[in-house]
């Protein structure tokens, strides 16, 4: 089963919007990361966030993780057209494994 | 700068057909991953290797077998092709991070595989 689910799993909005995108795990982690998938590609790298971070900014994206919730954010401020994509959180344990969650399918309209 | 290369990118089999998916990386890092995404799945994990000549199991094994002879690569195989392997495979790669395990993933473009 996976550990992280993310939601939605579809999100459709206007260029110049902000976006955001919600991940919930089950057990306890080491760090949560956050990619983005093109159609057709490979997944990409967004952010890292530890267990003992709370919020963790690069460029237009911000991530939160709150552990006793279990849970996490995606904000993506000021969309673009370009940004349209899948989002995957991922959620990392000991043992070395990365567990990903199903997604969530972005659309930024022009 | 190459990063994460998979060969073969697409691949038709025949029920029982035996394949070799090759991965290789050149930025030196010490894991090895193999993933499957199916449409609705995310990604799961098939099999990990934390350093040359070791591998393990990951969420789903069954069906499949690696080897990681080199550091540089890592070999996922099929032994009798089964239509339920029907997938994209992704291949990925990571530094060790030292306070907390698992650092950031390096994935190739993937290996859309049909199984007939």
């Known amino acids: 089963s996976q550990q992280g689910e993310e939601d939605p799993q579809a999100l459709s909005i206007q260029e110049g919007e902000n976006a955001t995108m919600n991940c919930s795990y089950k057990?306890?982690?080491?760090?949560l990361q956050w990619y983005r998938q093109n159609s057709g590609r490979g997944l990409v790298h967004l952010i890292l966030i530890r267990s003992n971070e709370r919020e963790k900014h690069s460029g237009r994206l911000r991530v939160t993780l709150d552990t006793s919730k279990k849970s996490s954010s995606l904000l993506i401020t000021a969309s673009r057209a370009a940004d349209t994509a899948s989002y995957f959180c991922?959620?990392?344990?000991?043992?070395?494994?990365?567990?990903f969650g199903g997604g969530t399918r972005l659309m930024v309209k022009p | 700068n190459a990063g994460v290369t998979q060969t073969p990118k697409f691949r038709v089999l025949k029920t029982g057909q035996s394949m070799t998916l090759l991965c290789a990386q050149d930025?030196?890092?010490?894991?090895m991953y193999w993933y499957r995404q199916d449409p609705g799945m995310g990604l799961r994990l098939i099999h990990y290797?934390?350093?040359?000549?070791?591998?393990a199991k990951g969420e789903v094994p069954d069906g499949y077998n690696v080897s990681r002879l080199k550091k540089q690569n890592f070999l996922l195989g099929l032994e009798s092709a089964a239509p339920s392997q029907t997938s994209v495979y992704f291949c990925?790669?990571?530094?060790?991070?030292?306070?907390?395990?698992?650092?950031?993933?390096?994935f190739g473009e993937g290996s859309r595989l049909t199984v007939l």
């Open positions: 930025m030196n890092h010490e894991y």
């Open positions: 991922a959620t990392g344990h000991a043992g070395n494994m990365l567990t």
């Open positions: 290797s934390v350093g040359e000549g070791t591998t």
């Open positions: 990925a790669s990571s530094y060790r991070d030292r306070e907390q395990g698992t650092g950031e993933l390096f």
């Open positions: 057990t306890s982690i080491n760090n």
